[in-house]
């Protein structure tokens, strides 16, 4: 599966431009089967940090976003769903140490940062969502 992410990651940064925050929900996506209507992915357009404010990380976000679709694909009720949105917070956060994109972009920020600089900490998160989610 690590192949597999890694080739998709970096063909959606490099070849599509796309964001963190739609780079998880496609890979996820693909990942459980599950497919969106255009607009949830036009959605997700500003939640790379809050349109680049540096934020909450795209990467939890996109993660959020595939929560609520994903759970609520299998039946779940919203106060599930928010509950487990919570506990991949929490274990997000455990894992990687924060939820902001100001503390886990790799090397901070500079005016002159090269594109996509999140790419290997993206495929550590999708693997970890992946996960997270498939055992709950």
């Known amino acids: 599966m ?59 976000e996109g993660s959020l976003m595939f929560a609520g679709v994903y759970l609520n694909g299998l039946g779940w009720e919203e106060e599930r769903i928010v509950s487990a949105c919570y506990r991949f917070a929490e274990a997000f956060s455990g894992e990687f140490g924060s939820l902001t994109c100001f503390d886990l972009r790799p090397g901070g920020f500079s005016p002159d940062d090269p594109p996509h600089r999140c790419e290997a900490l993206t495929c550590r998160a999708v693997e970890f969502t992946y996960e997270f989610m498939k055992a709950l």
């Open 2 to 60: 690590n192949a597999f992410i890694e080739k998709k990651v970096h063909e959606l940064y490099w070849d599509c431009d796309v964001n963190c925050a739609r780079t998880m929900l496609i890979c996820l996506g693909e990942l459980f089967g599950v497919t969106y209507e255009p607009q949830t992915l036009n959605a997700a357009v500003g939640l790379h940090g809050a349109g680049g404010y540096r934020a909450q990380c795209g990467l939890v």
